[in-house]
């Protein structure tokens, strides 16, 4: 079993342990799709938990928009950047109210970030 300890400022935030991400406010489990903030259980369709999913696996990290669209998508399906932007639009819309947010790095990629007030 893999222990992975992740830090933002030197302090230890989160645990990733196998298929789990899990910083003490948002806890995803990716083989199960359940994903919960605060311990309030997150419904989500596949497709946009795959993309989260995608984007807790290296927390506040740019992940490409290519490789978004592969892991939700697979390889058969060719890019569409728009499509993509629609369900970013549509998570962030959901993931507010739980203090998180998605954000955008122009012709890069995007990261999941965990706003600095859910902690308090």
Same mark, same amino acid.
């Given at each position: 079993?893999? $222990?992975?300890?992740?830090?933002?400022? !030197?302090?230890? #935030? @989160?645990?990733?342990?196998?298929?789990?991400?899990?910083? /003490?406010?948002? #806890?995803?489990?990716?083989?199960?799709?359940?994903? @919960?903030? !605060? /311990?309030?259980?997150?419904?989500?369709?596949?497709?946009? +938990?795959?993309?989260?999913?995608?984007?807790?696996?290296?927390?506040?990290?740019?992940?490409? @928009?290519?490789?978004?669209?592969?892991?939700?998508? !697979?390889?058969?399906?060719?890019? %569409?950047?728009?499509?993509?932007?629609?369900? *970013?639009?549509?998570? #962030? @819309?959901? $993931?507010?109210?739980? %203090?998180?947010? *998605?954000?955008?790095?122009?012709?890069? /990629?995007?990261?999941?970030? $965990?706003?600095?007030?859910? +902690?308090?």
């Amino acid at each position: 079993m893999s $222990l992975r300890e992740m830090s933002a400022s !030197g302090v230890d #935030r @989160a645990l990733v342990v196998e298929d789990v991400y899990d910083d /003490g406010y948002l #806890r995803l489990e990716h083989k199960s799709y359940y994903m @919960a903030c !605060g /311990g309030e259980p997150v419904r989500l369709p596949r497709t946009e +938990f795959l993309i989260v999913s995608r984007l807790t696996r290296t927390p506040e990290r740019i992940v490409s @928009a290519e490789e978004l669209w592969r892991y939700a998508w !697979g390889d058969e399906k060719p890019l %569409n950047t728009e499509s993509l932007h629609v369900y *970013i639009y549509r998570l #962030r @819309a959901k $993931l507010a109210r739980y %203090n998180l947010r *998605i954000d955008t790095m122009v012709n890069v /990629g995007y990261r999941l970030l $965990l706003r600095e007030d859910s +902690f308090t």
